[in-house]
């Protein structure tokens, strides 16, 4: 018999490699069992990391609830659209001079025809003096029976917008029981000449607005005829014309019968220029705008110290009856009487930026409607 270490000899080990910890390595040529158990393997480890990608990316069959956290909107930026404010406000406005010439039933059809006409408007072009043709089964349609109008009634109410002073609407045509426009460039004439005479009104009183509604009727006038048609005296007429003329609301024209203007052979012309009116208010309301948050801002500065007790005041208040002791101790009988005081003040100063932002958007929509645009 063989030794036994000749019995039990180890394989041959040439061409095979091991790596530090003695564990074989296959070598490229080299097969782990049947070619078709190996073949299903590398079918199956391919096949998963693509369902788990698949898993990942929310594919078919994928989990919910392992979407990741990333914005699917990366790299989309969204800003706030204010040409539809824009219409939005203009519209509001008309409508309440609609309230206020006619009746609440037809300010209703206006902001139906507002509406209509708003769908067909490009919002790039929200100053355009004409809007686009609309019909009156456009308008019945957006008033959504409310107010409940007859065919009839509502041809009447729309005649009258059309036959108004104002001309709220134009008549363009017979067809689908009627077409209309909106004279946008009429209406912001309208808007920004009564926000003007508001101006004159609190400024000058109410016989300088009579002159400067005057003024604007006739176009021209000299100073005897201005006394005439207003009925005021001639030297009253010359005061408020030149009070007027010193605030450039009017503007004055010398036309000479000969080449030495001689004030005896000189007529001396009274008009209003609108649009350079508008400029030079907006300017004003610019500065009046930036005067009220100034002030506003130095009020809350002085008294930031006090507002601040008062908001701890209210909010330990907002916690229950078992810290209502505590909140009536932060505060001063004197102290809660200056709260008042200033918050009055403060009031009173954001509803004037309010109303100064209103004037200047009248201004601005006014300017607008009469700047060619850029070609």
Known sequence: MPPAQDRFQPPPTEGIKFNSRKRRIEEPGEEE???????????????????????GH???????????????????FWHVNHCRFHQHFRDEAIVSVAVDKISETAACVMRAALSASQNQMDLGRSSSSIGPEIYSLQIE????????????ELDQYLHGLVDDQIQFLRRTGDSGGGSYTVNFGHLADVLCQSA??????????????????????????????????????????????YSLLAENYVTLQEIPKAGDYAPARTFYLFSVNLP????????RCYQALGNLMQRRATEMKKNKRLLEKFQEYESQQQLGNSQH???????????????????????????????????????????????????
């Open 58 to 76: 929310g594919g078919a069959g994928a989990d919910r609830t392992m979407m990741p956290t990333q914005a699917v909107d990366t790299g989309i």
């Open 276 to 283: 350079q009116v508008a400029r030079l208010l907006l300017e």
């Open 325 to 375: 002791a505590e909140a009536d101790e932060l505060l001063t009988p004197a102290e809660k009487d200056t709260i008042q005081v200033v918050k009055r003040v403060i009031s009173k100063i954001e509803r004037g930026e309010l109303q100064m932002d209103h004037t200047i958007f009248t201004l601005s929509n006014y300017i607008d409607s009469h700047t060619s645009p850029l070609v």
């Open 196 to 241: 003007i005479e508001s101006i004159v009104r609190e400024r000058f009183g109410n016989k300088c607005l009579r002159v400067f509604r005057l003024l604007l009727l006739k176009k021209t006038l000299e100073q005897k005829q201005v006394a005439e048609l207003a009925m005021v005296p001639s030297k009253e007429a010359k005061e408020l014309l």
């Open 33 to 55: 069992g049947p070619p078709d158990v190996k073949k299903a393997k590398d079918q199956d480890s391919m096949e998963e990391p693509e369902a788990k990608r698949r898993k």
């Open 141 to 152: 349609d957006k008033l959504s029976g409310h107010p409940k109008l007859s065919s009839k």
